[in-house]
């Protein structure tokens, strides 16, 4: 994973809703509709989120009837980390 999409990665995740969404996906695999009763917003802001989160590469969407099911995407949530673990050390004092 380059910077730029370190840089994108962080941007996206720098938002309150689409972090507790994460956090609800580390769960399991869940609908729109589920993730939609967990926050007070919209429909189409629940879709604002989901886009930029998967268009990021950190969910995957499944399309199941008219419902979309949102996955976690590990790999990518592993690479962030490898990210921190190998680049930001803290000292010790």
Not at 7 to 36: G, N
Not at 42 to 58: C, K, V
Request: hydrophobic share 35%; proline share 1%.
């Amino acid at each position: 994973m380059d910077c730029k999409e370190q840089a994108h990665l962080f941007k996206v995740l720098s938002d309150e809703t689409r972090l507790k969404i994460v956090d609800l996906l580390k769960q399991r695999t869940l609908c729109a509709c589920k993730i939609l009763e967990k926050f007070n917003i919209t429909q189409p802001t629940l879709s604002y989120h989901m886009n930029l989160l998967e268009d990021s590469g950190l969910v995957f969407k499944e399309k199941n009837g008219i419902w979309n099911n949102y996955t976690l995407n590990m790999k990518k949530l592993s690479e962030l980390q490898n990210y921190f673990s190998k680049n930001i050390k803290c000292c010790d004092y």
